[in-house]
């Protein structure tokens, strides 16, 4: 596939990017092997491979809902500079 200069400049533009003049030529030359790239894609022959399983057609897990504390005390205050009674103890900010 051939790109010229004003699809480039159009693709910039449809994109909002300023594409300065000086940059089109190497552009449309990108452009151009990525195209090349997508039709090399889809010359490989897909026939026997499964589709692969999307996020939309697994179920997630479900678990029951409950309140806990994670049973992460220690490892939250693990680097608190001061804690007591499983909790942060802060400096008092409002007399």
Same mark, same amino acid.
């Given at each position: 596939?051939?790109?010229?200069?004003?699809?480039?400049?159009?693709?910039?533009?449809?994109?909002?990017?300023?594409?300065?003049?000086e940059?089109?030529?190497?552009?449309?030359? *990108?452009?151009?092997?990525?195209?090349?790239?997508?039709? @090399?894609?889809?010359? =490989?022959?897909?026939?026997? !491979? #499964?589709?692969?399983?999307?996020?939309?057609?697994?179920?997630?897990?479900?678990?029951?809902?409950?309140?806990?504390?994670?049973?992460?005390?220690s *490892?939250?205050?693990?680097?608190?500079?001061?804690?007591? @009674?499983?909790?942060f =103890?802060?400096?008092k900010? !409002? #007399?």
């Amino acid at each position: 596939m051939s790109l010229d200069s004003a699809t480039v400049k159009r693709v910039g533009r449809l994109a909002r990017l300023k594409v300065p003049d000086e940059k089109v030529e190497p552009l449309r030359a *990108d452009l151009v092997r990525i195209l090349k790239f997508i039709d @090399q894609l889809s010359e =490989v022959n897909t026939d026997a !491979v #499964e589709p692969m399983v999307g996020s939309g057609q697994r179920q997630m897990p479900m678990r029951e809902d409950m309140i806990t504390d994670g049973n992460y005390v220690s *490892d939250v205050l693990a680097n608190a500079p001061e804690s007591a @009674q499983n909790m942060f =103890v802060v400096p008092k900010v !409002v #007399e």
